[in-house]
């Protein structure tokens, strides 16, 4: 834990007290988001100290030149950035000439942050005293419309305190915006258009190299005392428009300034049609206005809620950190556009670029897939799908050939861009991730369908991939995969690396096994498919000699599986051994010391043994969890979750609690001392599955829905739901047992601690 500012409560985050200090990390902490479109918590006034402002729209990027000392051949062209956005939250405050500024105000006192997280809301409220003496009360409060996802709305009231005042208000869009995350500082934004009309106003741009036509939009309203203000001046400038309001206003006078804005962007409109949407857009927020907007905000979340709250009892913090997980995870992806994705930063920053890692398949799927629908869970599988063929240009540039798919470690259209070389051409355990997903996704709906229509051919293309990358050692009459880097980052470059062999064997059994499926049962679409990858017979031979003899790093002294060869060649000093001065490793060490180092980022062999529990048995499970976390530093943050549900699998509760809250307040608590960059939104998902894989025990075991539940020693009961298709289950556990409610029309039966249970509709049964 690196900070601990921020206030338990079961549904919001709070922050009180002003302090320029944490500033950038609130603005991360207090994002808001609806799938379409985030914002970092930016200060809607001029706020001239440290920030990192930041608006994001889904699927909008630049392409930004690689930029590497040395080329090396293969290398992707160019790294994939998350833009800043055009902004649209802007309101200068001028009080008798002096801009309000809390950077620059003489004190700055009951300030107030509230993310309330149960109705999908930001407030902030302060009381400033400006350099000029003036006193004002400040209060806002802005959502993005979960209804209207083109649409955010913002409440701003200023109350002067202390005298009557001039006071100018000047709601304004801004396209001047400048990226972070940059290689070359290039110019990622041209903007093209910039009009007023009335209390509105609309900025045209569009990004330079991938052409997405943007227009930002806004309208405003100023009252006091609840009559109208009228606009006195508007400015069309180069990269601003600009709406001005003069008035006077005595102490305590009420002012009220209602700002609605938005993005209209050509991935969903005629370009041509950008400013025509916005004023639609514009036309249904004045006609449901801004107390009806909040409504339907609240009511959007409660939706969401319904199906997907973990409910705590008797840990604040720990109830306050899985609302908060779950809520970063909604308000980044709904699931509604197969042509986006998880992004690891969301809409909250711009680090690590691109829309998706192999993060969404490990880690993701399950939690959309359970507190969804399978809908939505199919949809980040047709992403997949639909960048096959990028996927299989991907493996081409770098010799491979007949089809073998190398998915991206990092994408935004199916293009590799990531441009680290021990990432994007080692890193290649995310196909067998894409793999697993897919048989994840079966196991879980129970949706074949996937299968014949789109399923195979990604698996085909991910089998040609292992068949092509491993290399057959006359030495060990065995076959080999050499060059890689495993899920732990802190090794680059090893050999046969336990987990990606293990996965490319699986990934090649898996698919030889559903093409005989589809064969059997799908004979139209298994034409078709055969017809276009020109699969033979003898191509299948090779594979099954790849998969059959497959080499496993294994230690005898130990009885484990070896994360590579060589492991045993380190110093191997345990992680509790290390000055706590020297963590984090990866902020203290050089990259050379790291290398020689036996710690370990995250989850390697145990992330191999998470995703395949049932091809061991518990004592080995233990043997490996014993040997491996001693030496893991989780400067992941994919880490601590996996740790987590295997510490419960071993009856370890008051060490799976531990890795549970590490997980759960990881940006909360700032453990990795980065919070300011942005969220990890990928790895909340596997804070819920800290929860119900782990204290919950889910599993799907022979076609069959299992639960063998356990609770932490701190709390007193927790409960979640879970869609297993298309049945929804309520899942209650206490000190003293568990109970289970069926919400559906037919009765089934699930196991619970191996015994089977049988659930009627509307039915709660105790265990």
């Known amino acids: 834990m690196n900070q601990d500012y921020i206030i338990p409560n079961p549904w919001s985050i709070i922050e009180e007290g002003f302090d320029a200090e944490r500033v950038q990390c609130s603005e991360s902490l207090f994002s808001i988001g609806n799938g379409a479109m985030g914002q970092r918590a930016n200060f809607e006034e001029d706020y001239s100290g440290e920030t990192f402002q930041g608006s994001y ?151 330079l190299k991938t052409n997405f036509n943007t227009c930002t939009f806004m309208s405003s309203t100023v009252t006091k005392n609840g009559q109208p203000v009228s606009i006195t001046n508007s400015k069309e400038e180069e990269k601003q428009a600009i709406l001005e309001y003069e008035f006077e206003a005595n102490a305590n006078d009420a002012i009220l300034i209602s700002k609605y804005g938005g993005y209209t962007v050509s991935r969903n409109h005629d370009k041509s049609q950008l400013i025509a949407a916005a004023k639609q857009t514009l036309a249904s927020a004045d006609s449901i206005g801004f107390e009806g907007l909040l409504q339907r905000q609240k009511e959007e979340w409660a939706k969401i809620w319904e199906m997907s709250d973990i409910t705590i009892e008797g840990d604040v913090k720990a109830q306050q950190g899985i609302r908060f997980n779950i809520f970063q995870l909604n308000q980044t992806y709904l699931g509604t556009d197969s042509k986006l994705n998880i992004g690891p930063k969301g809409f909250t920053g711009e680090k690590y670029g691109g829309s998706t890692y192999w993060d969404t398949e490990a880690y993701c799927l399950p939690f959309y897939m359970t507190t969804k629908n399978e809908t939505v869970a199919r949809n980040l599988l047709k992403y997949r799908y639909d960048h096959l063929e990028k996927a299989i240009e991907n493996a081409e540039k770098l010799g491979f050939s007949n089809g073998a798919a190398l998915y991206p470690m990092v994408t935004m259209n199916g293009e590799e861009c990531h441009n680290e070389w021990e990432i994007t051409f080692e890193e290649i355990h995310r196909n067998g991730a894409i793999a697993f997903a897919i048989y994840n996704y079966y196991r879980f709906t129970g949706d074949y369908s996937y299968m014949p229509e789109m399923g195979l ?145 995250q989850a390697d062999v145990l992330q191999g043994f998470y995703f395949f529990e049932d091809h061991f048995t518990t004592e080995q499970l233990e043997k490996h969890f014993d040997f491996y976390e001693p030496f893991t530093v989780h400067e992941s943050s994919l880490s601590p979750c996996v740790h987590s549900i295997q510490a419960a699998k071993l009856g370890r509760m008051e060490q799976a609690y531990t890795f549970y809250l590490r997980t759960s307040r990881l940006d909360l608590d700032d453990y990795n001392k980065e919070v300011e960059e942005g969220l990890h939104i990928t790895s909340m998902a596997g804070t819920w599955m800290s929860i119900v894989e782990g204290f919950g025990g889910m599993r799907v075991l022979e076609d069959k829905l299992n639960f063998f539940p356990q609770i932490p020693e701190n709390w007193d009961a927790y409960s979640f739901k879970v869609n297993f298709r298309n049945r929804i289950i309520t899942v209650k556990v206490s000190k003293t047992g568990s109970s289970y409610q069926l919400n559906g029309t037919e009765e089934m039966s699930i196991r619970v601690n191996g015994e089977r249970v049988v659930l009627k509709p509307g039915e709660t049964v105790a265990v």
């Open 457 to 601: 051919e990604v698996l085909i293309g991910i089998a040609r991939f292992w068949h092509q990358r491993a290399n057959y050692s006359t030495h060990k009459n065995k076959y080999m995969i050499l060059g890689v880097t495993g899920p732990n980052e802190y090794e680059n470059n090893v050999n046969n690396n336990w987990y990606t062999n293990y996965l490319a064997k699986w990934c090649i059994d898996y698919c030889l096994e559903q093409i005989q499926k589809v064969k059997d049962g799908y004979s139209e679409d298994y034409q078709r498919i055969i017809g276009h990858t020109k699969l033979t017979d003898a191509e299948l031979d090779d594979w099954k000699k790849v998969a059959s003899n497959m080499y496993f790093p294994y230690s005898e002294t130990h009885d484990v599986y070896l994360q590579q060869d060589g492991f045993l060649d380190k110093e191997l000093m345990p992680v509790t051994e290390l000055n706590k001065t020297e963590r984090p490793i990866n902020q203290k060490w050089s990259w050379d010391r790291i290398l020689r180092s036996p710690y370990i980022k």
């Open 57 to 207: 729209i889904a699927g909008v990027y630049y392409p930004d030149k690689t930029k590497v000392g040395w080329w090396k051949n293969g290398y992707p062209e160019y790294f994939a950035k998350v833009l800043n956005a055009p902004s649209w939250i802007g309101i200068g405050i001028t009080l008798d000439g002096e801009r309000l500024d809390l950077a620059t105000c003489k004190s700055v006192n009951d300030f107030k942050r509230e993310l309330n997280m149960k109705e999908g809301w930001y407030k902030r409220s302060f009381n400033a005293v400006a350099k000029n003496n003036v006193e004002v009360a400040v209060s806002v409060t802005r959502f993005l419309s979960i209804a209207l996802d083109e649409l955010g709305a913002i409440a701003y009231s200023i109350t002067p305190k202390n005298k009557a005042v001039a006071i100018k208000v000047t709601p304004y869009l801004d396209s001047g915006i400048t990226n972070r995350d940059t290689n070359w500082d290039d110019k990622f934004w041209e903007t093209t258009n910039v009009s007023v009309q009335d209390n509105t106003a609309f900025i045209e741009a569009h990004t």
